[in-house]
Structures are given as structure tokens and as C-alpha cells.
């Protein structure tokens, strides 16, 4: 079997689905840029850098900005994603349950080791 090179695979979303989706790239983009501009602004003022919750609630705003065009399920589940995320990126206990609920995933001995990596490494 022959496989796609990516930007194969890219332009066939980016020119079909997507676009019906979330529009001409031209506005989708735009609109995600200007949404995105006071929150990085207020998070340097604030904080004098972006980090990994920032970049969270970034994604947060793309996906809710991609929703003005038609109710996408798979965004609302992205939202809810990396909602979740920056808990778990500023909450030890959620940090935790995260490690454990993704090592339950595994098999065996992996499971243990990722456990290991995870939390005893990390002084939990």
C-alpha cells in the first residue's frame, strides 16, 4: 500500500472538511488571532510570559471561536481536553489521578514503570 505524504493528507483537510467547517483560512485564522491577542497580552502583563495553562486556554479560545461557524462535537470535547489539562498542569491530586487513569491503559510491567516515571520520580 502506497501511503500519502503528509501534505497530502493536510491538503485534503485543509481543502475539504475543514474548510466547510471553519470557513476560508483566511477568516478562521484571523478571527483566531484577534481572540487570541488580548489574552496573551494580559498573560505578559501579568505574569511576563505564557505558559503551558496559558497555552491550554489558548486552544480553549480557538475552539470556541471555530464553534461561531456550527456546533463541531469534536471541539467541545477538545475544550473539555485541555480544560482539563491545565488542571492537571496546576493540581497535584488531579495531577496524579491523570498519571494513574493513563498508566491503567497499560499492560503489565509498562504499567508500572510509567507509573514510576511519573509519580515515585517525581517525589509524589
Not at 456546533?71 to 480544560?83: E, F, L, P, Q, T
Not at 482539563?84 to 503489565?108: H, P, Q, T, Y
Request: glycine content about 8%.
Amino acid at each position: 500500500m502506497v501511503r500519502k505524504f503528509a501534505v497530502e493528507e493536510a491538503l485534503d483537510l485543509i481543502c475539504g472538511p475543514r474548510m466547510a467547517y471553519y470557513g476560508p483560512p483566511n477568516e478562521n485564522l484571523e478571527d483566531i488571532a484577534a481572540s487570541w491577542t488580548p489574552y496573551v497580552k494580559r498573560a505578559l502583563e501579568v505574569k511576563g510570559r505564557l505558559d503551558g495553562t496559558d497555552a491550554c486556554m489558548m486552544m480553549v479560545i480557538l475552539k470556541a471561536v471555530r464553534q461561531v461557524r456550527g456546533y463541531h462535537r469534536d471541539s467541545v470535547v477538545d475544550v473539555v481536553g485541555y480544560a482539563e489539562l491545565a488542571e492537571v498542569l496546576n493540581d497535584d491530586d488531579a495531577f496524579e489521578s491523570f498519571v494513574i487513569r493513563a498508566a491503567m491503559k497499560l499492560k503489565g510491567k509498562a504499567r508500572g514503570r510509567f507509573i514510576n516515571k511519573f509519580l515515585v520520580e517525581k517525589g509524589e
